[in-house]
């Protein structure tokens, strides 16, 4: 199940970004060496959405969205940031640091 936050969040990101932000979101979690934090409820629902060719609408991108700020939330908030997504970024920012603490 989607973490409602991530859907609100995805919800404010002008259609023309999506593309590229399931893109770049994509490669960060290919990328990550921390794949062990990945619950496997998230797993299952990133291919779920990848298989029925889904990561480009709201569902898919919340998913994305949530797995990679728990995998890599630096290079989240990179990519958000470079996207011009500066609210999401700083939301993803606070929810990080909520959890180191």
Same mark, same amino acid.
């Given at each position: 199940?989607?973490?409602?936050?991530?859907?609100n969040?995805?919800e404010?990101? =002008?259609?023309?970004k999506?593309?590229?932000?399931?893109?770049k979101?994509?490669?960060?979690l290919?990328?990550? !060496?921390?794949?062990?934090?990945?619950?496997?409820?998230?797993?299952?629902?990133?291919l779920?959405?990848?298989?029925?060719?889904?990561?480009l609408?709201?569902?898919?991108?919340?998913?994305?969205?949530?797995?990679?700020?728990?995998?890599? =939330?630096?290079?989240?908030?990179?990519?958000?940031?470079?996207?011009?997504?500066t609210?999401?970024?700083?939301?993803?920012?606070?929810?990080?640091? !909520?959890?180191e603490k």
């Open positions: 199940m989607i973490d409602l936050t991530f859907r969040m995805i404010t990101v =002008p259609s023309d999506r593309g590229l932000l399931s893109e979101l994509t490669d960060v290919l990328s990550t !060496k921390n794949d062990e934090k990945m619950p496997s409820e998230l797993a299952n629902a990133i779920y959405h990848w298989q029925r060719n889904l990561l609408v709201e569902q898919g991108l919340a998913t994305l969205l949530e797995a990679a700020s728990l995998l890599e =939330p630096e290079k989240t908030t990179k990519v958000l940031t470079e996207l011009s997504l609210e999401i970024a700083e939301r993803v920012e606070q929810a990080s640091a !909520k959890t």
